[in-house]
C-alpha cells in the first residue's frame, strides 16, 4: 500500500509518498514526473511524514537537517547510483551533469560516460530535495533541467545562499532560429 502526505511549502505544494516505512516520493505539484510511481495511494498520517516535514521546515527556514527520514531510492541501479552521488553534493553547492558523468566512467573503470543519461537519471529523481537534484547544473553553469521546474531550482539554490553568480538560464531558442543555424 502506498501513502500520500501533502506539505505546503514557500515555494509550492509538496506531495509526499510512503510505503509505509520510507518516503519513496516528494514531488512539487507541477513536477514533469508528479507522482509517476504511484498506483492508488491513500491519504494518512504516518511516523515518516512527520519526520519529513520536520526536515522540510527546517530545510525551508535556512537550517541544514542534521538527519535524514528513512528513504527508499524506486528505480534502476544506474539511477540509484546517481542519486546516491546527488546525495553528497554540499548544501549550497553546485556540481555538472558531466561532473558525476566523469566519477561514474572513472568508478566503473570506463573511458566515459554519457552526461545526457546522468541527466536522465537526475531528472527522474523521485524525492526532491532531500536526494538535492537542485543542485545538478549544466555545463559552464547553465541551470538547465529540474523536473519541477527551473524557478523551484533557483528558488532553491537561492535558499541555500548557493553562489549564484555563475550560473545562468538556458537561452531559448526559436524554431526560425534554429534554422538559421543549419543553413549557414
Not at 501513502?3 to 512539487?28: C, H, R, V
Not at 511516523?47 to 530545510?59: E, G, K, M, S
Not at 527551473?150 to 538556458?170: N, Q, V
Amino acid at each position: 500500500m502506498e501513502y500520500i502526505k501533502k506539505y505546503q511549502s514557500p515555494i509550492g505544494n509538496i506531495t509526499m509518498a510512503s510505503d509505509g516505512e520510507s518516503l519513496i516520493g516528494l514531488w512539487f505539484e507541477d513536477d514533469k514526473y508528479y507522482a509517476d510511481i504511484l498506483k492508488e495511494p491513500v491519504e494518512q498520517d504516518l511516523p515518516v511524514f512527520d519526520q519529513t516535514i520536520a526536515w522540510l521546515n527546517l530545510y525551508f527556514d535556512g537550517i541544514v537537517p542534521n538527519f535524514c527520514p528513512p528513504i527508499k531510492m524506486q528505480g534502476t541501479p544506474f539511477q540509484r547510483m546517481i542519486w546516491t552521488i546527488i546525495q553528497h553534493i554540499p548544501y549550497g553547492e553546485t556540481i555538472t551533469y558531466g561532473d558525476i558523468a566523469k566519477a561514474i566512467a572513472k568508478y566503473g573503470n570506463k573511458k566515459e560516460m554519457s552526461a545526457q543519461a546522468v541527466g536522465g537519471a537526475v531528472g527522474h529523481n523521485k524525492i526532491a530535495i532531500i536526494i538535492p537534484c537542485h543542485r545538478v547544473v549544466g555545463a559552464n553553469g547553465n541551470l538547465t533541467g529540474y523536473a519541477g521546474g527551473i524557478d523551484k531550482k533557483i528558488s532553491l539554490l537561492e535558499l541555500e545562499h548557493a553562489d549564484m553568480r555563475r550560473l545562468f538560464l538556458p537561452q531559448k531558442v526559436t524554431a526560425g532560429e534554429m534554422v538559421s543555424f543549419l543553413t549557414e
